[in-house]
């Protein structure tokens, strides 16, 4: 994990734009290992006094999906693999795992938001809502050809909370959501602004390339 600051300030290697920056998934890591201990306590809890069959097979379940989730988290400590995020001179990288690696050049998005996201995976009447994300502004003409997953089962429900079409306006924000990275709002507000003006112009050059 990233120290965020140093005396004096926010740590230099965010307003960096020729550092790369990498974020791991140890923060959403840590809480699907709790969801796996509480699946377990849960399905010990039904084996030993459920006390009729089909609870007890329902606790063995739980128990099965409790030791795979914990394991695979334990897994996933000791060998981390590719960064959640990385924010490089050629653009945004967002590793969705088990799905494919997202990337946004720089030239391609065309404005930044910190924008208000509710949540559309909570079925209460009075769903959470993360305030001050960071958004990247992209062409719905980009978002249907290099970020789309037409896969609804890979998709996933909280893709939603990922991808936010702004009707109005007739672009689609991409919220990078701090909550499941080791990293404050600010100083990754920050990050991505610092290397978008540093490089959009340069990425589109690139691309611009025959």
């Known amino acids: 994990m990233l120290l965020a600051f140093r005396e004096g ?13 990498k974020f791991s998934r140890a923060k959403i890591g840590q809480k699907c290992f709790v969801i796996g201990l509480i699946s377990l306590a849960f399905g010990i809890f039904f084996i030993s006094f459920g006390g009729r069959r089909d609870i007890e097979f329902a606790g063995y379940v739980v128990v099965v999906i409790g030791f795979a989730l914990c394991m695979y988290e334990m897994h996933r400590h000791f060998h981390p693999g590719k960064p959640m995020l990385a924010l490089s001179p050629e653009g945004v ?8 690696e997202l990337f946004v050049p720089w030239h391609e998005v065309k404005a930044l938001r910190k924008i208000t996201v509710t949540d559309r995976t909570s079925r209460s009447p009075f ?37 936010i079409a702004d009707e109005k306006n007739g672009v689609m924000q991409f919220a990078l ?19 978008w003006k540093a490089f959009r112009d340069k990425t589109k050059s690139k691309a611009n390339k025959p």
């Open 9 to 21: 300030g926010m740590d230099p290697k965010y307003t960096d734009p020729d550092y790369v920056l």
């Open 177 to 195: 959501h701090d909550e499941i990275l080791p990293v404050k709002k600010d100083e990754l507000y920050a990050a991505v602004e610092t290397r």
């Open 93 to 100: 990288r967002w590793n969705i795992e088990w799905v494919r």
């Open 127 to 163: 769903p959470p809502k993360f305030e001050n994300v960071t958004a990247l502004v992209v062409t719905n003409d980009f978002y249907d050809r290099a970020l789309h997953v037409d896969n609804v089962l890979l998709r996933g429900p909280g893709w939603g909370n990922m991808f």
